[in-house]
């Protein structure tokens, strides 16, 4: 869902994204209004909560930019500031200047002035899942039907593909080869890339790209976490905020 906030005649753009675990949001204004923004979203869901004789049970976090695992640094405060612990990192991530202006307590602001209205013309779930990270899994589950295009795959998406053996039997193997060369790259690996290279060989690989835009539109795909530029995550543990 994409929210309109007006600061001062000013629109700015507020995503929030449904991840059943949790919420992703993203705010595309200026820093400065970031604890504002943040205190209208903790009031609204503590509002909600009360509403619903629930616990206030949610935490502030952040994607961890570490690659090694899918986790997240959930920041708490303290009598010293904010405390910034890792879900499965040994040693936790440090608050970056990406993060910092959401997790102060930041001036206070009035709200007056300050309105919040829902942009129905954005379609911005979608374009936000065309800029995350791919899963292996997913991908040779969607391209298996296609994997004797292995070799095509791997040079739409400039990978090593000329040592890959031409045995019939191991179309698919190569096909992960393939996904895992990718992945490994780093190099624009996201559902933007996949939905290019499908349109570039449409005759090989049109079917691939319908069933890539059927689960991109599925809460499946919704709920895959990856590493973006997420400003605040909110770790929901109770079920009617898991579920739209």
Do not use: W
């Given at each position: 869902?994409?929210?309109?906030?007006?600061?001062?005649?000013?629109?700015?753009?507020?995503?929030?994204?449904?991840?059943?675990?949790?919420?992703?949001?993203?705010?595309?204004?200026?820093?400065?209004?970031?604890?504002?923004?943040?205190?209208?979203?903790?009031?609204?869901i503590d509002n909600s909560s009360d509403a619903m004789h629930l616990k206030h049970n949610y935490v502030n976090a952040f994607a961890c930019p570490s690659k090694r695992s899918s986790c997240y640094c959930i920041v708490r405060s303290s009598g010293d500031g904010n405390i910034v612990n890792c879900t499965v990192c040994p040693v936790s991530a440090t608050i970056s200047s990406d993060h910092w202006y959401w997790f102060e307590s930041g001036p206070a602001e009035s709200n007056n002035g300050?309105?919040?209205?829902?942009?129905?013309?954005?379609?911005?779930?979608?374009?936000?899942?065309?800029?995350?990270?791919?899963?292996?899994?997913?991908?040779?589950?969607?391209?298996?039907?296609?994997?004797?295009?292995?070799?095509?795959?791997?040079?739409?998406?400039?990978?090593?593909?000329?040592?890959?053996?031409?045995?019939?039997?191991?179309?698919?193997?190569?096909?992960?080869?393939v996904f895992n060369r990718w992945i490994d790259s780093d190099n624009d690996v996201t559902w933007r890339k996949v939905l290019q290279v499908c349109d570039d060989y449409p005759?090989?690989?049109?079917?691939?790209?319908?069933?890539?835009?059927?689960?991109?539109?599925?809460?499946?795909?919704?709920?895959?976490?990856?590493?973006?530029?997420?400003?605040?995550?909110?770790?929901i543990n109770f079920f009617m905020w898991m579920t739209m």
């Open positions: 869902m994409s929210l309109k906030i007006t600061f001062k005649g000013k629109e700015d753009t507020l995503h929030l994204i449904n991840c059943y675990t949790h919420i992703e949001v993203y705010f595309t204004g200026p820093t400065q209004h970031c604890p504002l923004v943040r205190k209208l979203l903790t009031t609204a300050t309105q919040i209205k829902q942009d129905n013309d954005q379609p911005s779930d979608e374009n936000l899942l065309l800029d995350k990270k791919p899963q292996k899994s997913d991908l040779v589950r969607l391209f298996k039907s296609s994997a004797a295009q292995y070799m095509l795959i791997g040079t739409a998406l400039d990978v090593e593909v000329d040592d890959l053996l031409p045995n019939p039997q191991s179309t698919t193997k190569n096909l992960i080869l005759g090989q690989l049109g079917r691939v790209k319908a069933e890539v835009k059927e689960f991109l539109s599925s809460d499946r795909a919704r709920g895959r976490s990856s590493q973006g530029q997420v400003v605040q995550l909110f770790e």
